[in-house]
């Protein structure tokens, strides 16, 4: 039978990311808090991002900079499209605080049951 550390020693990098992400999403689906759902989705950015990065990982590759060898440069396409998502996630996380802001200072509340309750009055 094999033991915890050497599961995990087994595990790559993206096989990780892929974990983090449901972790994420579990923490989306189930927190009642508004900040920990946001926490949670940038969760699942950061793992989603991870996992594109890593797939496309090959050792010895470069960054494609002028002297740097074609055989040894990495694919610039990934990277540029991670880069993108990077911005669009810090994006969705400031718009998500900004509209959670808005909502405790009119509902006075961060519990997603209470403002469900609050809406339907």
Known sequence: MASVAEFFSRLSLSDMAVGLFFIGLYGAMTQRNIIK????VGIMDAAAIVFFVMINFEPGHRSPVAGTPADQMADPIPQALM????????????????????????????????LIRRLGD
């Open 37 to 40: 759902t946001i926490m949670s």
């Open 83 to 114: 880069i993108t998502a990077i911005v669009i996630g810090v994006s969705v996380v400031a718009m998500c605080l900004a509209m959670y802001m808005r909502v405790v200072f009119r509902y006075k509340t961060a519990d997603w049951n209470t």
